[in-house]
């Protein structure tokens, strides 16, 4: 037998144990989950290279079959790992009752607030996308095509809109507020230092981000 054939034949019985010790389907799901949880923490601190099938085991508290039992591979379970959060932001781009009397400013400057804030309630999530948008890869790929792009659709009428009125570069609106984001999340320590900024903290994000986006959203005013 083959070096790979060898490989696959022990994943196969490692999956067979891991079925064998769940038991149930309800234990089963609450392991999937506890594998989901501990793989979004860890990818979030080392990096998709830098974390491996058994450290999430160990950190889930399971056994080291189970990762390879509930997803074919360490690709598999991060996709897996950052669709719900990143799932939440894409719930947020549609337009809401409450939001359509309102003209194409107002209407896009709460959108894009609760878009971003979707966003940065989940720290593990935002700390993946700035890892992962370093460097050209098939994950930054999949999060463009997937979720970025999606959000950047539904927007684009109104930044159009909201750019022939006022002269702005349309790239520009959202790239002042993607730049933003990415140094406060990306420097925090050095703004902890600095300023006394916590990033951790819910309301100094939720504070900053309102700021940049009226800042940012300003220049869209009609001159």
Do not use: C
Request: hydrophobic share 40%; aromatic share 8%; proline share 3%.
């Amino acid at each position: 037998m083959t070096k790979s054939g060898q490989g696959e034949t022990n994943r196969r019985s490692r999956r067979s144990s891991a079925a064998e010790q769940d038991g149930n389907e309800g234990k089963g799901q609450a392991i999937r989950e506890r594998i989901l949880d501990s793989a979004l923490d860890l990818f979030s601190r080392h990096g998709f290279d830098g974390v491996s099938l058994s450290a999430i085991a160990k950190h889930a508290q399971v056994a080291q079959p189970h990762p390879y039992y509930y997803f074919k591979d360490k690709a598999s379970l991060w996709k897996a790992a950052i669709s719900p959060p990143f799932e939440a932001v894409l719930q947020q781009i549609q337009v809401e009752d409450d939001l359509k009397d309102l003209n194409d400013h107002d209407r896009f400057r709460v959108r894009l607030r609760r878009i971003i804030h979707a966003s940065i309630d989940n720290i593990a999530m935002m700390k993946i996308y700035l890892q992962e948008s370093a460097t050209p890869s098939a994950r930054l790929d999949y999060i463009v095509d997937t979720y970025l792009k999606p959000i950047h659709a539904s927007l684009e009428g109104e930044i159009h809109a909201l750019a022939s009125k006022s002269g702005a570069n349309p790239a520009f609106i959202l790239a002042g507020v993607v730049g933003a984001i990415h140094f406060f999340f990306g420097t925090s320590d050095l703004l902890t230092r600095l300023h006394g900024l916590d990033v951790a903290d819910a309301d100094t994000r939720r504070d900053y981000i309102d700021f940049i986006v009226d800042q940012v959203l300003h220049a869209t005013s009609e001159r």
